[in-house]
């Protein structure tokens, strides 16, 4: 469903890559003519000349290497997190249907059947709209039993109301007889997994990086950049405002791509596309139960997010 | 519930973060008055010239890197463990409800269920007030059933004790027939699994990173830059006080996060929300149950702890 | 099966390493031309010196070691989980196997095991295509019950149908009082770490690295490596194209093998002998019903991808 | 139970920490010495100047980096593997205990809970004393019923024995029907657990780091700071001796702890506390079962180590 | 068992440690010769000065701190993984046993306990064969019940026949009434986890590190050892053989060591003593069910490897 880019050596040399640039640009430029007047007074302010040599930058540097390399993991860890997570939620709302279906003696035709697989199509969009604090009601109307729907409109934390709902439906299927003692404790185990996807996202979401981190961190990387000029005029000239504004650009573009996976499940262009995971766990679901699959149309929207 | 901060790349330059920046301010001042010294007798000492060059700070550079990387590395891996135990607390108080509801015949609205509830609320107040060494009998009175309360009060490690309770519970329910084997086994896996966040805060509280790291790492760091501006004032001259104190802000800042850090469960600016989070426990089983939910003023007063 | 390449520390200095040099030749003769050039003139042009020194190059070397460092480690992180992933498959299918065969009341040599076999052995291969997008017509054909294939035939998402058709099989066996409960939940625990393979598989296949991060440490890289000459000829004169080339040669191909990694279940050199991995999972699970293994000649075409 | 340490940035500044200092003593005046010796003869040797400067402990710097990084960091991680391992050698005691309290219909004053109780604490003991060589008789006697203590005497491994009688008393319990078969499982399932913790300690005590790396860490950092005087004589006259010394310091002392850490069962300063471990499962286990918990005095001597 | 080497700073600094010195010997006098040669013509070559300095050995050496580290990282986890997954079968062996004896009914000396007894120990010989491409068949005779072995000899995989029959052993004792369905499912877990050992054993032998990495890291060490000479020849004079063959030294040596630690299960010096380990299963195993264990003289001859 996700297409790779093209990956030619030259090509990616200059491809403008839309996620990133656009919003470095303005800073980029501004540094450049602050760079290109820093070259023309050649150092000098009101005749007194900037004494900054290379020397200082490398201890400044080893700051930076520490900081950003230690916030671009710690970033990405959460990044992967996120994902690991969502993809959890697709293995688990698969071996949930599943064992829906082989664990108990119902019809895959039956209504329960595609009761239980409209609350697991659900509480993915539900834990969709609670991570992205969207409202959830519309995804739920179209999805969920109208009785269902009616009473989770007045829940504020939608995710565990529908996993309780799964966890009645087991309840009721063992009263039925129509699972025995040990096909419930089975799916019960893959609810409580289901519970450790929503606190493991929860978790995710609402501790971000200590912000000192990141303060700290953007401070260095940009009062870098803006005495690099005075640093390197001595000994690179006309070449100064090129290489200063080339070196800005890769650490100023790597600390905004950590922030940007810090926070993984919003809608940045670079964050995790939990809206094509939701329509991934809907359309295998439906499959699964031969219902019929979301139309095209309705998917092409839904991609980059 | 956690607000995210404001992230504007020019106001991040400026923001005057009160975690750490405070404490730092009149040793950063200190190191000021005592570089601007320096430049003054321009490096000298009752007129013998002291003989340093940049030369040695990168052989020290390369001492802090390594010391303050690990000690960052481990205390953010201890903060994060912090937060991923509390986070499965939130996780198993909920899976442990949803099982006491849907694995046992006992109404949703029965005293029993309601005492359930209240023990595992409880649970979470008692593990906060062990970690923080406070006394948990003014949270655990509010919401413990009185006979419960009483027996509690003489024990030393309550969190254990509340867990025995849960599993008294059980036992009981099986006695008189409301869970079966198999359902009692379900619910003595989460209860293991309590046992296991109990384990994992007190070994994160007892066993602090070894003393003999951090008194190692703050001589370096703070050596280093008490010997900085002898190293930079004949090539810096005039801009060597700024140049200090900005690089000592970095390093002494990012030592004084990694401190706070590697104790996650006090209550420095920079430490887990722990009280907030027996809030969402308490909020969430409540509406689980149909409980009324613990009131806005009271949620305000803890959220930033 | 896989054998190991000779390691004698002569030799390998000098082999011709198929699978990284040959694409790296033309852009490492330029880079070697470049330089040439660079010397001949002495790093002027048009009568301007250009003024570069080695100075500049340890602060771009400290952004190309951060870029390099993560983004190696994070693809070799992601072929080693591709690696695992494949590894617990083969484990998984022995196991679930295993169960079959010592669980159930199904003699080892009825048509029921074998059926369950085959259905095992085509999962692997499935999930192959799936992840190379070929089609899994003809390796499906000649392993499945032609009545299980026929069905497969119209569904997108093989493996999962698969593994849906292998729950049957143990819902039939429960219905026909072949295994118990508890051995269908035994078996149930094995399908969910089928899910698991599946769905961690996907992940990786679906979603790359941020390909912001390839582009910022391809250009830091190539930007790099074209500076260079420039800045070593002054003091290496006309060593200058060899050294340029040699140090160009390591950071390029250290870049090339983290780029063939990221991707692990595709055909190119590095990449993960995923069909060699089915084959072996054919020849363990027939020599363990007593089937006839696959014909050597059938082996010797697949063995490097 | 283990007190934090005083924190004060200027106290830390001055501690005479005991745990590394004293035995590096020797050694660092030694160079201290040495490094005098150097600057008097301002780096000649019998007429002949010794050419070394700062440039190739630039290189040096990065094999010590290197090394140094990663023994240090591997150290740690197998000291808190043994922490981890020991901590949930805590939490299992207390789960196996609760288990036989709740899974059992045995009353919690009866003969069989306490044997039980008591079989589990000399368990902690006898892995204290397989992993530090020493005689677990005078601790087991005092604990063990002495028919069981009796049996133990002639068994080398004695964990593995006393886990086995764990064992035994779930299997007569199960004879007896006072637990029925699920119970019995869950109560394997820790049992299980034991086992893994046992191996556990038992990799950790028994595979060092391969002592190669060990033995070039050593050299590496003794030879470089042995070399430092040379390097750093011309350029930083008689500040020579004491920037050697705290460089040397930093590193040896680094070196040292990484260690002492390697092999955390031990009784050296930065090892872990297991005597106050097993302690505390004794105190915790006999306050479960209303028996009295040991007196303090006897918990004085044994809290540091 | 394995005996702690000395650790004494001043004897580990002579040591001769016979592992990895002797083999790069050779290489290291042949460097020393030509450092000579390097010196005396004062790094001329044919009246041509070679017009290296020590500059671009950082860029170099950045590059080898990045490979070296991964690699060493990568080699490190691969054995320790291997020692993990070889402890998780001394582990697993135990808790399988203490199964067959506590979840049957089986008296601890009857001969089908015996008969378990011997294919445990039999497997774990059979897995040291598989990894080290010998002829298991003189371990297996001794140990295995002749009609076993008989089976065993014209099975490719051992490991996962003799896996196999233990499941054959479990399912016969149900039938016969010896065992109930939640115990067999108890064991079969644990034979779920020795597929999963089997399986990780398989992966790490099977699937080397990429070789392209070994080969570029390999030429990156070599060729900048050779080019060292060179570079330090003009500040360091007759110094320069004795730095280059030190710094030789512990680049070439750190890469040998993760050559050697890369594939565990060899029998090179660095390599897991997976022989005294399968000695370790076999007398901790014998001991339990009051067997004689293996006398001492044959355990001399296999402890080192």
Partial sequence: MIQRKKKNWFYMLFIWHGSVLPQLLPRLSLLLVFSMIVVHFNGTFYDYKIPLNPAPFTLFGLAIALFLGFRNNASYDRYWEGRKLWGALVIDSRSLLRQALSLTTYDSKSPQIREFTSILIAFAYALKHQLRHTNADIDLEKRLPSEVFERSKSIGFKPTFLQYELANWVKKAKLEGKIDAIGQMAMDANLNQLS????????????????????LLHRT?????????????????????????????????????????EEPFGTEPNDLPINAMCLTIETTLSEMIGEPVPSPPQLEGYILD
């Fill in 196 to 215: 450790a996807i929503v606190g493991g996202c929860e978790r995710i979401h609402s501790t971000p990086l200590p912000y000192t981190y990141g303060v």
């Fill in 221 to 261: 990387v940009y009062l870098y950049c803006f005495f690099l000029p005075f640093g390197l005029v001595d000994s690179l000239g006309w070449l100064t405002p090129i290489i200063t504004v080339f070196i800005a650009y890769t650490f100023v573009a790597f600390e905004t791509i950590a922030d940007e996976l």
